[in-house]
Nanobody
Framework: QVQLDESGGGLVQAGGSLRLSCAAS????????MGWFRQAPGKEREFVAG????????YYADSVKGRFTISRDNAKNTVYLQMNSLKPEDTAVYLC??????????????WGQGTQVTVSS
């Protein structure tokens, strides 16, 4: 079992930036791929970004490419999501996710509880 603790959400004006953090429990963090999803009111949960175990490979939804950056620090058991040039349509609950080696990017094995990001126009 992996426990995740997200932080860094909040209210920001359009064009602003936020950095989300997700701290994971356990000693096997570096063996997991990590990712971020988001869910806006009335919409389905969607994949935002993913990162490989070493951090050498990253993946993004088209809607955030060029604006968001996912990174990780395996020494701190933490994954980050730097969000720049935020838009009102980025407003959502952002959830951290853990992927075992055999899991697909669409089906995480563990979820965090989420952190609210609100972008005002």
């Amino acid at each position: 079992q992996v426990q995740l603790d997200e932080s860094g959400g909040g209210l920001v004006q359009a064009g602003g930036s936020l950095r989300l953090s997700c701290a994971a429990s356990g000693r096997t963090f570096s063996s997991y791929r990590m990712g971020w999803f988001r869910q806006a009111p009335g919409k389905e949960r969607e994949f935002v970004a993913g990162i490989s175990q070493s951090g050498g490979n990253t993946y993004y939804a088209d809607s955030v490419k060029g604006r968001f950056t996912i990174s990780r620090d395996n020494a701190k058991n933490t994954v980050y999501l730097q969000m720049n040039s935020l838009k009102p349509e980025d407003t959502a609950v952002y959830l951290c996710a853990v992927f075992r080696a055999t899991s697909t990017w669409s089906r995480p094995d563990y979820w965090g509880q989420g952190t609210q990001v609100t972008v005002s126009s």
